[in-house]
């Protein structure tokens, strides 16, 4: 049998196609688009490659359009779970030792079928099921997840090459293992990345994963995983089982052969899984790896100095696109007395020209929010800033649920630094601006400091070079990716290694080695090419 050292080199970002009117691109993902919503499919689960058809249905709906049914798809309970943490367990002794690069080999060629004849199936589906306008969904299912499946395997090959300093007589390495056990993958419906990163990237380093998708997501990433098939995933290294929380929190958290939990989602439902794995810590055969990106009170500071037309466009980029349902977007801005007349002009001539609706509608910037219980608390936040005394909604605030779950970019303009949009997360098309007095600018960036539970993204504007070197120290913790003179979303894989600490999550990096480094149980091995033949020592010698 033929060996060697096998490289993969760096890749490179994935080009975004622009979908111009009238372009090729445009044209082929327009008729993807007719095409899915003709048909209402039957989403089974997968459990060790077969599907599994539980009889228990739920909808996949636009959000856009809430009474168009897309597809159904069967919900797993306790008997279905309990047969994918079999399947997965009998498929891993067959994947761990699998060849590491037989298995970099089906995920590369993942990417290539994305990047390929599968681009318009999933950003279609993303588009359709959760609401992203073509331009949305092409960087996040298209590009990001291309961007996660070439990146990640080559970031497991530099793990893999790390290996200690070996002395004469004596050989030293590292093995990585994969986890003893299973890993449980629980992914949010905001970015189908995500949802195709968190169970992708501990099975590159060979665990196998089930796969829990957010019950709103559940349309764009079943394609993906009929992707990941026909790239050649053996059966049983992921199982695709939709279910609900509950039932996860009682039969595979609990399980003994629990080895990770890879999750995005609400710092909520996160504290509730930590402290089920807690109460259970007696049953694991390992100490369960636990890596979370959780929720977020994204800010934006502004200095005097800061260039406007900038500062304008990073906060409506920011805080609007894919309507604000970004754990990144921008939801809280401290702006200078001096500025504040030229920006609220800006902002509000800008976002006057918003086009909000159908994202079939490619001349669309924002759409709808994912669903009704979205919708509600989104619509509780604007109604409450429109009774305060201390705030007020300079624009927007409009909320329409007749066809969609629409909520017209809003602006609320708060006299009281510590008011409720200014602390908590809303997670929808809603901006909290406070205006301080330009000779408060060191208290207030203090309280930028203080007021927020998350320490996720930020953004500072500035073009004084002094001014941006004190900002960035005094805001050391608030956010695991700062970002200067730019709006605090868009991070991208391999250039901005994306996650934060405090209530935001473990910050193990995603798009980054830092990440995969939690899906591998490393083995030191030496090996002693010339041991000693006696137990004695020289200094044990006596005249």
């Not at 159904?72 to 891993?92: C, D, T």
């Not at 949010?188 to 196998?208: H, R, W």
Request: proline letters at 5%; glycine letters at 8%; aromatic letters at 12%.
């Amino acid at each position: 049998m033929s060996k060697g050292f096998f490289k993969i080199e760096m890749p490179g970002n994935e080009p975004v196609h622009e979908y111009r009117l009238e372009s090729e691109n445009q044209i082929n993902l327009k008729n993807k688009l007719v095409e899915l919503k003709k048909e209402v499919i039957e989403i089974p689960l997968i459990i060790g490659g077969k599907e599994v058809k539980t009889g228990i249905l739920k909808d996949c709906v636009s959000p856009h359009n809430h009474q168009h049914v897309l597809a159904r798809y069967h919900v797993a309970g306790e008997k279905e779970l309990k047969m994918a943490i079999e399947a997965s367990l009998e498929a891993k002794k067959m994947w761990q030792n699998m060849k590491w690069e037989h298995r970099a080999a089906i995920f590369l060629k993942a990417a290539d079928l994305l990047a390929g004849p599968w681009r318009d199936t999933i950003n279609a589906a993303t588009m359709l099921g959760q609401s992203k306008t073509a331009h949305q969904a092409e960087i996040d299912s298209a590009c990001e997840l291309i961007d996660f499946l070439r990146f990640n395997i080559y970031f497991a090959q530099e793990i893999y090459k790390e290996q200690p300093i070996s002395k004469n007589y004596e050989w030293n390495r590292l093995e990585y293992r994969p986890l003893e056990g299973f890993v449980l993958a629980i992914t949010p419906f905001n970015f189908t990345a995500i949802g195709g990163n968190l169970p992708t990237a501990p099975a590159m380093l060979g665990n196998v994963v089930n796969w829990k998708p957010a019950s709103t997501a559940v349309y764009s990433n079943y394609y993906f995983m009929k992707l990941l098939q026909e790239a050649g995933l053996p059966d049983g290294v992921i199982n695709f089982i939709p279910s609900n929380g509950k039932d996860i929190n009682t039969t595979v958290i609990p399980d003994e052969n629990l080895a990770g939990i890879h999750f995005t989602g609400s710092s909520q439902v996160f504290d509730t899984i930590w402290k089920s794995v807690g109460e259970n810590i007696s049953k694991y055969r390992n100490y369960p790896r636990i890596v979370g990106e959780t929720g977020g009170k994204d800010f934006v500071f502004a200095h005097n100095s800061c260039d406007v037309d900038a500062l304008a466009a990073g906060l409506i980029r920011g805080a609007y696109e894919y309507q604000g349902q970004k754990c990144s977007a921008a939801s809280r801005a401290y702006v200078p007395q001096s500025i504040w007349p030229e920006l609220k002009d800006k902002l509000i001539n800008d976002i006057k020209d918003i086009k909000i609706g159908d994202v079939e509608d490619f001349s669309n910037y924002v759409s709808a929010v994912i669903d009704r219980e979205s919708f509600e608390k989104i619509k509780g936040y604007i109604k409450y800033a429109e009774a305060a005394e201390d705030a007020e909604i300079i624009y927007g605030g409009k909320c329409d649920d007749t066809i969609g779950y629409f909520i017209e970019p809003t602006i609320i303009l708060a006299s009281n630094p510590k008011f409720k949009t200014m602390e908590e997360e809303i997670f929808g098309p809603v901006l909290t601006i406070y205006v301080y007095n330009d000779d408060n600018f060191e208290q207030t960036l203090q309280l930028c400091e203080e007021t927020s539970p998350y320490g996720l993204t930020g953004a500072i504007f500035a073009q004084d070079r002094n001014i941006i070197a004190y900002m960035e120290e005094k805001l050391y913790y608030n956010a695991g990716n700062l970002y200067i003179n730019d709006k605090p979303t868009g991070s991208v894989v391999g250039q901005q290694p994306f996650g934060g600490s405090r209530k935001s999550g473990t910050n193990d990096k995603a798009g980054s080695k830092l990440n995969l480094l939690r899906w591998v149980s490393a083995r030191t091995i030496k090996e002693s090419l010339n041991p000693p033949k006696s137990y004695k020592y020289g200094f044990m010698q006596e005249k």
